[in-house]
């Protein structure tokens, strides 16, 4: 058996996810990619992972989080949504390279250690079911199931969903989007009684304003959570 996985590593190398190069480490970024994606270290937001400046042992908020406090409990980012960052996530939106979500959620479980808890139950942000059929899949929901096994936690892919379809929110300011996708997320009816009393981890692909994860906690609230904190791959640093 392993001369067969040697003689197949030697034909098919594993290659770097970001480029395509050869690496050492199956789904794996190579120097140079893994030098230029935006990872978000130091310093963060407690609210919504974004990076700050200094050095701090308390609790930050960023200017945003602090004029719009959060629903949620506390949230993590992993990398900006720029250049190889933004490379990676429509790869795994767009791009059907469902490999990606395997090292996303690695690293996504190393970021949100803090915030994972016992019992804590991880659901995606959904897709309304028309935008599903047209993507395929939902890509928040594959970085919450391989997260959810890395991590040793459950996952429940269906716990919310959009009873309506909304417009793109390409092109929308902040405060259309808070106001677009208001009351747009609902708990699942049969999924109701998996969120009484736990602690929940909602997961994205990308944060931009939000505006999406506040719509998901204020569901999950009202359904019973004992708390929701909120995970996103990559953080839109630049004004929506």
Do not use: H, W, Y
């Given at each position: 058996m392993g001369f067969v996985q040697t003689a197949l590593a030697a034909i098919y190398p594993p290659?770097?996810?970001?480029?395509?190069?050869?690496?050492?480490?199956?789904?794996?970024?190579c120097g140079p990619c893994w030098r230029d994606t935006p990872f978000i270290g130091g310093v963060v937001c407690q609210s919504c992972g974004i990076g700050l400046l200094g050095t701090s042992d308390d609790d930050e908020l960023?200017?945003?989080?602090m004029q719009r406090p959060r629903p949620w409990a506390k949230g993590r980012a992993i990398f900006e949504y720029d250049g190889i960052g933004r490379r990676l996530v429509l790869g795994l939106k767009h791009g059907d390279r469902h490999e990606i979500a395997?090292?996303?959620?690695t690293w996504m479980?190393?970021?949100?250690?803090?915030?994972?808890?016992?019992?804590?139950l991880v659901a995606p942000i959904p897709l309304h079911w028309m935008r599903l059929l047209k993507r395929k899949s939902n890509q928040s929901a594959l970085l919450a199931n391989v997260l959810a096994t890395k991590a040793g936690l459950s996952c429940s892919p269906d716990l919310l969903i959009r009873p309506k379809a909304t417009?793109?929110?390409?092109g929308l300011n902040k405060a259309q989007r808070f106001e677009m996708l208001s009351g747009s997320i609902a708990v699942h009816p049969k999924r109701r009684s998996q969120i009484v009393g736990r602690p929940l981890l909602l997961v994205d692909d990308v944060m931009t304003s939000g505006a999406?994860?506040?719509a998901a906690t204020h569901a999950c609230h009202a359904a019973g959570a004992q708390s929701v904190s909120v995970?996103?791959?990559?953080?839109?640093?630049?004004?929506?």
């Open positions: 290659l770097c996810i970001g480029c395509g190069t050869a690496v050492d480490v199956e789904l794996g970024l960023c200017d945003d989080c395997t090292s996303a959620a479980m190393n970021a949100a250690q803090d915030i994972l808890e016992p019992n804590m417009r793109s929110l390409d999406t994860f506040e995970l996103a791959l990559a953080r839109v640093t630049k004004p929506a």
